[in-house]
């Protein structure tokens, strides 16, 4: 049976930061995907890893992930990839960094787990520790002898993306400075991207405004005209004694 986003971790390999930035640049650029896909197999398979150049199978799987950018693997995450698209030629070179972030969430909603479990560590301490955040995914997903080195992949991605950095114990990781986020459409395509990487694409405002997950971010509240202008597939919706809710139609 295979298994869906939502139940696998697939955060197989570490990708750098400046293979997102050049698969996104290309995207921009209306390159092929089969032609983005070649360029990018040879950036990556010459790549040095702890064991020596990167292998062929080892560079495939980097590029199964790079591709969330340009060959999504279901009809939301086009549609997601599209919208970001347009944002990504609209915000600050830097805020790219916030939509690399959504997309592997959005893609990989285990690495958006990650971001999560470290924000609440942050919210109670000023180091945190692979240890803890693995025995509490653990706790949610069961214990899996895989968790352990998708976790290593998905910190070494933060920390590389400037979200996070590694501390001086084993196995510690610190806060970085918060990107700071001025475009509130960046703003708009990180909650869509905790909403797809829901169960059911619905989550509360509250939850949202309030979500751990953002630990890295500083950013403004993203209003519902802010959807309306590129996330239009987003609803708004209210009940009385209730939250506010925003679904993905």
Known sequence: MTRDRF???????????????????????????????????AIVSGSET???????????????????????????LAVFAGQMLKVAQQCLREERIALHWA???????????????????????????RQQIQRRIEEMRGA?????????????????????RMGNAKGEYLRCDPLPIESRSVAAALWKAILLATKGGSASISRLRASPAF???????????????VFSDVEFSSGIGSDDMLTIA
């Open 103 to 129: 997309i592997l969430s959005a893609t990989y909603p285990f690495f958006m787990e990650v971001s999560l479990v470290a924000g609440r560590l942050f919210g109670m301490q000023e180091s945190i520790f």
């Open 144 to 164: 899996s002898s895989t968790i352990g080195r998708n976790l290593e992949y998905a910190l070494w991605i933060l920390c590389d993306l400037s979200l996070l």
């Open 7 to 41: 139940s696998s971790l697939g955060v197989g390999q570490n990708i750098k930061r400046a293979w997102l930035d050049a698969t996104l640049n290309m995207v921009i650029a209306q390159t092929p995907p089969e032609e983005t896909r070649k360029r990018l197999f």
């Open 215 to 229: 630990f890295a971010f500083s950013m403004p509240e993203p209003e519902e005209s802010d959807f309306g202008e």
């Open 50 to 76: 702890k064991e020596g150049l990167r292998g062929k199978e080892s560079a495939k799987k980097v590029l199964s992930m790079l591709a969330s950018w340009f060959a999504p693997k279901e009809e939301c």
